[in-house]
């Protein structure tokens, strides 16, 4: 089962190329730790956070597990959540709204193309919409740049993340421990 995340405010920008890649990231910028906990018990979800105080908000961490970020940029943060849930290798971009963390759907090109830019409307056949927010995603831009970023993050993966061959079976399944501090 594809794993769903619940990050607080601290990890907007976390939670957002999370989206792009098409995993399930909830989170708005105004959450914080106390909200995300609560959704990642209510909902099932993994509770990404870079504050060391979840033991502060009721103790018991979520039963799908947790984990503290602990690096400041964003690709070091992208790699930390993969060592333990392989995003990047699941990675479907333009599944998911960066912004609403809603499933994308498809829209016929003749109904997008009034709403983008004439250059993308010349060029694009296919397009994402958002049920929710109406973004409009298409492949040029948004998907190419995403898989570019996708593969120099899997090239700066440490080589023990490596040596398993395909060792993304061997951490696939939930894993319900904390991290180590
Ligand atoms: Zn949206």
Known sequence: MEVRFSLDGSLGRLARWL????GDAAGRPADSLR???RRARAEER???TRSADLERF?????RAGWLRIVADDLPAQLLQVDRRWPVL????PLRRCALCNRSTEELPADRARPRVPPFVARTQERY???PACGRIYWEAT???AIAR?????????DPAARTGGNGDEEDAGPDLSSPAP
């Open 58 to 62: 009721g103790g018991t961490p979520p």
């Open 142 to 144: 948004h998907a190419t």
């Open 128 to 130: 994402r919409i958002c």
């Open 149 to 157: 970023f996708v593969r120099e993050l899997r090239s700066r993966r």
């Open 19 to 22: 989206r792009l890649l098409g």
């Open 46 to 48: 993994v509770l990404l």
């Open 89 to 92: 290798d699941r990675a479907d």
């Open 35 to 37: 909200a995300a906990l």
